[in-house]
């Protein structure tokens, strides 16, 4: 129901036969694969960068969660 088929590829092929002609068609395929090309390694790039920043993230335990960085500070009164 939603397939082309292959007489319906065949006339897809004969009208851009017709439209851009046997000598501009390879050059067509040609730009339309360096650009998948490009596309899917610049996807690839993004899924790396992503995965490296999760694996750059050190776990912390929850012991460590609970304790704070740093002391708090005193309260110091200022002298009047």
């Known amino acids: 129901m939603g397939g082309i088929g292959a007489s319906g590829l065949i006339l897809l092929i004969l009208i851009a ?3 851009f002609g046997p000598n ?13 090309r ?3 390694k610049g ?3 993004l ?4 995965q490296e920043r999760n694996a750059r993230r050190v ?3 929850p012991q ?3 304790q704070p960085a740093t002391e ?9």
């Open 38 to 40: 490009e596309f899917k």
């Open 47 to 50: 899924m790396d960068d992503n």
């Open 17 to 19: 036969l017709l439209l």
């Open 24 to 36: 501009k068609l390879p050059e067509l395929g040609r730009a339309f694969g360096r650009t998948l």
């Open 64 to 66: 460590e969660k609970e």
């Open 43 to 45: 996807a690839n790039d």
């Open 72 to 80: 708090p500070a005193t309260e110091r009164r200022i002298p009047e």
């Open 59 to 61: 776990e912390v335990s």
